[in-house]
């Protein structure tokens, strides 16, 4: 008795003397905003009204008590706590380890902070981070490590005044849906034009579609909501922590200061060897800190550009005459894995010669990444630690826009299960043209690179295209923890999984709402398309889940033979196809067909060729087979062909001719429709073709 009331004093009365609670409300709600500067839109959520957050800060060793209440009408809310070490139940990911906060609740999350440095919060419900849900977490060493006069918090992020929630589903009808909006559609005449039609029919050969920095197209980038402000009013000599958080939805950002290499001293809240940079690249949810010493009477530009070149925003330190940062050439569209992939050796700004190095300071990295990163401590792992290694392919269609790891989605494939105790190394191998940025949540993994012993520490590391990187940490927080690509829309879209310690049971109210977690369900998506012509006719449906999918088609024409005329007699076939994925090139069919005045059911199969020729094999319940060819050219951003063949060979009896053809010619400004030319096995014709 003695013991545990002594107990009770060391644990419950002791730390009451030294921690203070540090107490914040945060209440979300509706917003109308016009962030863009274009538009007005109404389906912003702010917390305390406003986009970013506000920033919660922190001293090391305080008790943080947050309530979070959810006052956006129809929505579930949820805060997630990025790259904090804290009990599985305040992560705050709902259904799988917090309750979700249901409209007209609230939740309070109590919590010790162990650590210090630049961190951040976000919703982890649908695609709330992309409309507004999120704010910096920043947290005060007792003791600075290094002397400074002024600190800013700088929160990136990407704005798009189309509501989330379309965007998600936009991608689902076509991962290049976004390509017409942000001019970034590769094309023969592009590629002629940047003298590398060489690399964009490699592209096309490998069936990698070509270097792809961004799915979606934006309408502004934030850095702290805004396009250009000033961030903060500095005197020459001030010293100025700069505390950057990239809290973009699906954007990595090049990040520049102007006049100046930048001293960066901490990359994910953990103090690093200072190092000095031209520029940062930074993946979603990565934070940096700089240390900037303003050099003189001036005010200097803290720019980011957005990966894919289609835009920047400005934010001001210092005072007086503007100091522009460097300027940085959009990306090369027609890079090749072999050029592209290996970061840091993408076009360079021109504005480079007044860049000088501080005194004394080592050398200067063009672009820094994670492997530049040294860190202050030896970091190794208990040698003793029994090691589990895992690889984790990072792999994904563009095409359909579904991502996964190992070939499966989060929904299919949900916990990697560890042992507590162990030294768990992940390696991630990047099979997609696209960065990955993986995110670990209640941990920090060391990032093997060069440093060896001081390989650094990070929550997020960034999985650049066709790369690899190893990470690993000592399970020593039991719980249960996402582990996911921090592409909102890779994210939806199946890239994660659940780190689960078998050594940890949830509480039961927990294990309950784990029944009804989202990520176990593969949602439904639709796409339509529909044609019509002087020539012929088409409506196109198609349902779809990341590996099933169902289509309708029905297809009329005219079997006339006349150029632009509608005189009968028009045929009329259709489709009724289920298809079974198995990766990105490959499905099986089965289904029912109406050719020829009768109704056939097919099997068969289909398979997409180097450059990008979709073909498929069917075959009847009468024996007869079918070959479909389909190609499209992309002539120039806004004019392409599609080239349709299909041929049946041996067709007894048939009033139709064994090979069927449509070559089109069309004009399309936005993704949504095209009109021109087409033409058939039996006329000349002029239509449009729209899709939903
Ligand atoms: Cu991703």
């Not at 009990?87 to 010790?112: A, H």
């Not at 976000?122 to 006069?149: C, L, M, R, W």
């Not at 009724?576 to 199969?605: C, D, H, M």
């Amino acid at each position: 008795m003695k013991r545990l009331l002594l107990l009770l004093f060391i644990w419950g009365f002791a730390p009451a003397v030294e921690a203070k609670t540090v107490h914040y409300e945060l209440t979300a709600r509706k917003k109308e905003v016009n962030l863009s500067g274009k538009e007005t839109v109404d389906f912003a959520i702010a917390i305390n009204d406003q986009i970013p957050a506000p920033t919660l800060e922190f001293t090391e060793g305080d008790d943080a008590e947050i309530l979070v209440k959810n006052e956006v009408p129809n929505q579930e809310l949820s805060i997630h706590w990025h790259g904090i070490l804290l009990p599985p139940e305040m992560d705050g990911v709902p259904y799988v380890t917090t309750p979700t906060i249901r409209n007209g609740e609230s939740l309070t999350f109590k919590f010790r902070i162990r650590q210090s440095g630049t961190y951040w919060y976000h919703s982890h419900t649908n695609v709330q981070e992309q409309k507004g849900v999120y704010g910096a977490f920043i947290i005060h060493p007792k003791v600075k490590p290094f002397p400074y006069d002024k600190e800013v918090v700088t929160v990136l992020s990407d704005w798009s005044d189309e509501n989330a929630d379309s965007i998600l589903k936009n991608l689902r009808k076509d991962g290049d849906y976004y390509l017409y909006k942000k001019g970034t559609m590769r094309s023969w005449l592009g590629g002629i034009q940047a003298g590398s039609l060489g690399n964009f029919l490699y592209n096309e050969w490998t069936r990698m579609g070509g270097m792809d920095y961004s799915d979606v197209g934006y309408d502004a980038f934030l850095i702290n909501g805004k396009k250009d402000s000033q961030l903060l009013t500095a005197l020459p000599g001030e010293k100025i922590r700069i505390r950057i958080i990239n809290a973009a939805a699906s954007t990595y950002f090049h990040v520049t200061l102007g006049k100046t290499p930048m001293k960066v001293v901490s990359a994910d809240g953990v103090d690093v060897a200072p190092t000095n940079a031209k520029e940062l690249l930074m993946g979603m949810a990565e934070t940096y800190d700089l240390l900037f010493q303003i050099p003189e009477h001036k005010n200097y530009e803290l720019k980011i550009m957005a990966q894919d070149g289609t835009g920047t925003a400005s934010g001001w330190i210092g005072i007086g005459e503007k100091v522009p940062a460097p300027v940085k050439l959009p990306p090369d569209m027609y890079a090749t894995m072999d050029h592209g992939a290996h970061s840091g050796h993408e076009g360079h700004g021109g504005h480079e010669g007044h860049i000088m190095p501080e005194k004394g300071s080592g050398p200067i990295v063009s672009t820094l990444t994670v492997d530049d990163l040294r860190a202050q401590k030896n970091t190794e792992l208990p040698q003793s630690a029994k090691v589990t290694d895992l690889t984790l392919n990072l792999t994904g269609d563009m095409e359909r826009y579904v991502w996964h790891i190992n070939g499966k989605t989060i929904s299919q494939d949900r916990n990697i299960s560890i042992n507590e105790g162990e030294v768990i190394r992940f390696t991630f191998v990047n099979g997609t043209m696209m960065h990955h940025p993986m995110h670990l949540h209640g941990h920090f993994f060391r990032v093997l690179n060069k440093n060896g012993t001081h390989s650094p520490l990070k929550h997020t590391v960034d999985v650049p295209p066709h790369g690899r990187r190893t990470i690993e940490f000592l399970a020593n927080e039991p719980g249960e923890w996402m582990l996911h690509c921090h592409n909102l829309y890779h994210m939806k879209n199946g890239m994660g999984r659940i780190v689960k310690y078998l050594s940890y049971t949830p509480r039961s109210e927990i294990a309950h709402l784990q029944h009804h977690d989202p990520h176990n369900h593969d949602h439904t998506y639709f796409y339509a398309m529909t044609e019509a012509a002087t020539n012929h006719a088409q409506a196109y449906l198609r349902i779809s889940q990341t590996w099933n999918q169902l289509e309708a088609r029905v297809e009329s024409r005219n079997s006339e033979g006349r150029n632009f005329s509608f005189k009968e007699p028009w045929e009329v076939e259709g489709d009724l196809f289920y298809r079974k994925w198995f990766n990105q090139f490959f499905n099986i069919v089965g289904g029912a067909t109406y050719f020829n005045e009768s109704p056939r059911a097919v099997i068969g199969l289909s398979y997409m060729l180097p450059f990008l020729i979709e073909t498929q094999a069917l075959v009847d319940h009468k024996g007869q087979f079918r070959f479909d060819i389909e190609k499209r050219f992309q002539w120039t951003k806004t004019i392409f062909s599609d080239v349709d063949l299909t041929w049946r060979p041996g067709q007894s009896g048939t009033i139709e001719s064994p090979l069927e053809f449509e070559v089109s010619l069309m004009y399309s400004p936005v993704w949504s429709w095209a009109a021109g030319l087409m033409m058939t096995d039996h006329a000349l014709g002029a239509g449009i073709h729209a899709q939903f």
